[in-house]
């Protein structure tokens, strides 16, 4: 062969003999080793003195060839970006990745959310009720918050399946590619038959998260709702810093703000070190040293002249201090601002 145009024919016409490829006095011989009737590994040599499979050289793993479908999977140098028409473009490691997803898939297409045809002796024991305590009080709250902020609903709750592939074998992965369908169902069945405490209790803390949510959304005065709404506003302005406004101790204080930080979930407080070193000083003379203001605080947040958000005003205080920054509106709304220490 005088370049890798024969590979192909090789290939397909199942050649035992080598197929050697030369350049000059550079050879890089390609063997195959059968696996079963299916499948052959690929093995290559380099050469620099023209001899193809030269004693003292060892030979290089470089792919196999799916004779079912004519596709090479996991294909490296030197046969790598040669065979585009032939290349399943899949590595080892994204064949477990497809296999895991598959079986993912298959486990939860079969639970859904149905809890009633599940059961287990474990979920008689006191112990499930203490988890399922631990979770809600402990973990339940700060999930259903970046879910709730990163826009999911109740109704996006999903059993997700917890099944990975802690050791793949290479006889696993090709049976997978021969007998797709078969290879998932048995693993999946596996998973199924020693795993049904585990799915059950996930499925019991989708139902705590899915009480927890449902009780966001029907609760317009929810923090969360409005922490999800200054997101939202500030999000989709495309600002790079806003006018806000807040009420702290019944005063009244506007500054310029890093939209950014507005925009992603920090734990329901905002730093004074996103405001213009200016308007830092000042909000601190006001509320404090170190001090930090949460959604609550905000009651209005404008960009350009246009009100981005605005807080209801029934949580106003129509006592507050009227005398705070107005000249905020009036300076330049694409300025910059130090970020110094």
Avoid at 153 to 168: E, I, K, N, P, T
Avoid at 177 to 203: F, P, R, S
Avoid at 289 to 314: H, Q, V, W
């Amino acid at each position: 062969m005088k370049d890798y145009s024969e590979l192909i024919k090789w290939l397909q016409d199942d050649i035992t003999k080598p197929a050697v490829i030369r350049n000059g006095d550079y050879a890089d011989t390609i063997i195959r080793v059968p696996y079963d009737d299916d499948f052959d590994f690929l093995f290559h040599q380099n050469s620099y003195n023209g001899e193809p499979l030269t004693v003292n050289t060892n030979m290089v793993y470089c792919g196999i060839y799916n004779k079912l479908d004519g596709q090479l999977y996991d294909i490296k140098y030197p046969i790598k970006g040669k065979l585009n028409e032939m290349d399943s473009t899949k590595s080892m490691q994204g064949i477990k990745q497809g296999f895991t997803d598959d079986v993912r898939s298959f486990i939860e297409g079969v639970v859904g959310d149905d809890v009633d045809h599940l059961r287990s002796p474990f979920f008689e024991d006191a112990q499930y009720d203490n988890r399922l305590d631990d979770f809600r009080r402990n973990y339940a709250d700060s999930i259903v918050t970046r879910m709730y902020l990163g826009g999911d609903s109740a109704d996006d709750v999903r059993f997700q399946c917890g099944y990975y592939l802690d050791r793949s074998s290479t006889a696993l992965m090709l049976r997978y590619l021969k007998y797709h369908d078969a290879t998932v169902e048995e693993a999946a069945t596996g998973y199924w038959q020693t795993h049904q405490d585990d799915i059950l209790l996930e499925l019991r803390k989708n139902e705590i998260l899915r009480e927890k949510l449902r009780s966001i959304e029907m609760n317009p005065n929810n923090l969360l709702n409005k922490q999800r709404a200054i997101m939202d506003a500030v999000k989709n302005s495309g600002a790079k810093t806003v006018n806000v406004t807040v009420i702290k101790g019944g005063e009244q204080y506007s500054f310029k703000y890093n939209a950014d930080r507005l925009s992603r979930y920090l734990d329901s407080r905002y730093s004074a070190w996103d405001m213009s070193p200016k308007d830092r000083d000042c909000f601190y003379e006001r509320f404090g040293r170190y001090s930090e203001f949460t959604p609550e605080d905000i009651t209005e947040i404008s960009y350009r002249g246009k009100t981005l958000y605005e807080a209801d005003s029934l949580m106003h205080d129509e006592n507050v201090d009227k005398d705070f920054s107005e000249d905020v509106e009036a300076e330049d709304e694409g300025e910059g601002f130090s970020m110094s220490m």
